[in-house]
């Protein structure tokens, strides 16, 4: 069965420094997005893309994030100058189907961000 | 406002007894869709059932069903025969306004982690 897949699954890095977490979403998909979770708390919309380029973002996704699909099968997710706060679980989903669609959103199994 | 609730951060059950994970959602779009996701402490996202606001049968997958209650607007997952290994946290979520293209944004509730005794 296809799947979305993410890398790395944990990373360890000092404030400050940046973080590219990168994600193979199912090779059939047009729709991406990038979901946050912080300990112990709710999975949070960060960024949806669509059509290279980006289509919706929360008030999360400030100047400090950026997506982008440098080929044709990755999507990734730059975080610049990391800061305590953005130790969290961040997944990576696509889907097949456009807004208003019935479709599954896919996710991958996660990347943990720690910052130290 | 909060769009998604759920009221129970911790639900215990029996080994093969079945179990009730309250969702209630608000919104004004009449087309939405609604979601439960599990969780396990691996860490990933496991989708497990999905339920349109138009639809006219309540949603089952294997052992999972879902009691969709629109006037209600209540979302409950029902899991049948519970095992060890759906020990996990539980996620309702919902897709409802279409913002823009390419926008697939889900909501989601807080979590509820079932815990299965043998």
């Known amino acids: 069965e296809p799947e979305v897949t993410q890398t790395p699954s944990h990373q360890v890095t000092q404030m400050g420094q940046e973080v590219i977490l990168r994600c193979v979403p199912i090779?059939?998909?047009?729709?991406f997005y990038w979901y946050r979770q912080i300990l112990g708390q709710k999975v949070e919309f960060l960024v949806s893309f669509y059509n290279n380029e980006i289509s919706e973002k929360s008030e999360i996704f400030d100047d400090q994030f950026s997506v982008e699909r440098p080929d044709g099968s990755n999507f990734t997710l730059k975080i610049r100058s990391t800061k305590l706060e953005d130790s969290a679980m961040y997944f990576c989903?696509?889907?097949?189907?456009?807004?208003?669609?019935?479709?599954?959103?896919?996710f991958g199994e996660g990347s943990r961000l720690t910052v130290l | 406002a909060q769009k998604i609730t759920q009221t129970q951060p911790g639900m215990f059950v029996q080994e093969k007894e079945a179990v009730t994970l309250d969702c209630t959602y608000d919104t004004s779009d009449p087309s939405y869709g609604l979601f439960w996701y599990k969780q396990p402490s691996s860490g990933e996202m496991i989708f497990l059932i999905y339920q349109g606001s138009y639809d006219q049968q309540n949603a089952t997958e294997g052992r999972y069903s879902l009691n969709f209650q629109k006037a209600r607007k209540s979302a409950n997952l029902v899991i049948s025969a519970s095992q060890l290994g759906d020990s996990a946290m539980y996620f309702c979520a919902m897709r409802d306004t279409y913002s823009g293209a390419g926008s697939y944004q889900l909501t989601f509730g807080k979590g509820t982690k079932l815990s299965v005794i043998p």
């Open positions: 090779s059939n998909h047009l729709y």
């Open positions: 989903a696509s889907s097949a189907v456009p807004p208003g669609g019935t479709g599954e959103l896919f």
